[in-house]
């Protein structure tokens, strides 16, 4: 019977997770801050990412300040990551070009994380996980919402993964919408409290929560659960797999 492996092997597979991690940090930050900027001096507008409008303006600030430090969700952001990968690389999609638009006086911009080419049309797909949400949070409707928005597409499609993988079709948010979420975005953060329930910096004693008057937030969450009513759901369960097996099949017969 051999001896039980000694730490190293276990601890190399740890720093390379944690150095990949920290690299992906500080090129995603790169890029956001130079995009930014480069947007800044060619409209002379504040550009502001989809992702950024729907996080808290505190937790980004501290992210971009400890860029050499591992974040202290860096188990729930590897899991995403590699499951946003796998996703893209197993359904043969391809991740979403930048793209840009003006509302008001601001940019709004981003990259979806991944882009599903139906017939002529081609729309933006958002991909959660969550290791302990059941169900997407209201700013995903939000976000995958202002993807389509960004996009021009007529809606887009939400891959949510926890314990059940569910796909939803979610409707375009308006420009008038936008405007307005922007302005609250400015206003308070964050922009959806639930989010203080489980942010790290919280945890660490960094944050003791944001505005908690809900009745400033009124017309956000009407917005979130109307966007989540009218969204189109599939839970990919085996019962759907083998309806959707079935008819595969029987087009191939035919």
Known sequence: MHPLPP??????????????MLDKTREV????????????????LEAIAVGELVEC????????????????????????????K????????KKGDLCFRRVGNYVLFGSADAMLDLGDTSVPVEIKTSLSFTLPRYSHFIQCSLYAFLYDAPFGIL?????????????????????RLINLWN??????????TYCPLKRSGLCSGGDKDY???????????????????????RDVAESIAMELTSRKVQ
Not at 215 to 237: F, P
Request: proline letters at 3%; one cysteine or more.
């Open 7 to 20: 730490e190293e092997p276990a601890r190399e597979i740890a720093r390379r997770i944690v150095a990949s």
């Open 29 to 44: 930050f790169s890029k956001y801050m130079t995009m930014k900027k480069r947007l800044k001096e060619e409209f002379g």
């Open 57 to 84: 303006r505190k937790l980004l600030s501290i992210r971009l300040s400890q860029l050499n430090r591992a974040d202290p969700n860096l188990q729930v952001l590897f899991h995403g990551t590699v499951v946003e």
């Open 86 to 93: 796998g996703i893209r690389e197993v359904l043969e999609l």
């Open 159 to 179: 891959i949510f993964i926890s314990r059940k993988f569910r796909i939803y079709v979610v409707p375009r948010i308006d420009e008038d919408a936008v405007s």
């Open 187 to 196: 206003s308070i953060s964050p922009l959806f409290i639930e989010e203080c």
């Open 215 to 237: 009745s400033k937030r009124s017309w956000l969450y009407s917005l979130a659960l109307s966007l989540r009513r009218a969204s189109a759901e599939i839970v990919l369960e």
